[in-house]
């Protein structure tokens, strides 16, 4: 039985087969589906540092304005409705909330009282929020999980 000879190498076909694309296309899904997860959630981690910024700054200013007009200020959760004028209610990013408890004062020296505030996104605890003297830094904090030590 008699073998024909090789084809000369100009003689083969140019460019990628078929399975060869189709297994770069696998591997760029694989890549895709292990990124994206992690990506999604670097984003949320951002959009609550954000807002956890936002609420700290708008903190801020109340304390100023304490102080500088020495009127003390009650800072209440996003769901109460202002009775008085000396109380006030921080408005953050539309689908986000907070709940401060108990209530936040801020005497007229720009003091505050200790409280926790809890940010919420869609009614879903993300950021939970400690202060603790009187200068009214947050410091996050996770809380005590019942059963653990």
């Given at each position: 039985?008699?073998?024909?000879?090789?084809?000369?190498r100009?003689?083969l076909?140019?460019?990628?087969?078929?399975?060869?694309?189709?297994?770069?296309?696998?591997?760029?899904?694989?890549?895709?589906a292990?990124?994206?997860p992690?990506?999604?959630?670097?984003?949320d981690?951002?959009?609550?540092q954000?807002?956890?910024?936002?609420?700290?700054?708008?903190?801020?200013?109340?304390?100023?304005?304490?102080?500088?007009?020495?009127?003390?200020?009650?800072?209440?959760?996003?769901?109460?409705?202002?009775?008085?004028?000396?109380?006030?209610?921080?408005?953050?990013?539309?689908?986000?909330?907070?709940?401060?408890?108990?209530?936040?004062?801020?005497?007229?020296?720009?003091?505050?009282?200790p409280?926790?505030?809890?940010?919420q996104?869609?009614e879903?605890?993300?950021?939970?929020?400690?202060?603790?003297?009187?200068?009214?830094?947050?410091?996050?904090?996770?809380?005590?999980?019942?059963?653990?030590?």
């Open positions: 039985m008699l073998m024909s000879p090789a084809p000369p100009e003689a076909p140019k460019g990628y087969s078929l399975i060869e694309i189709l297994v770069v296309l696998a591997i760029i899904a694989l890549a895709t292990l990124v994206l992690n990506s999604s959630r670097l984003m981690q951002a959009m609550a954000a807002v956890f910024f936002e609420f700290q700054r708008d903190l801020l200013a109340l304390r100023k304005q304490a102080n500088r007009t020495q009127t003390a200020l009650v800072v209440k959760s996003a769901a109460h409705t202002p009775s008085g004028p000396a109380e006030r209610v921080l408005t953050l990013r539309a689908g986000w909330t907070y709940e401060v408890t108990p209530a936040l004062l801020i005497d007229d020296a720009g003091a505050c009282s409280a926790e505030v809890v940010i996104r869609d879903a605890d993300l950021l939970k929020l400690r202060v603790t003297n009187a200068d009214c830094q947050l410091i996050r904090y996770l809380p005590e999980v019942s059963g653990r030590r």
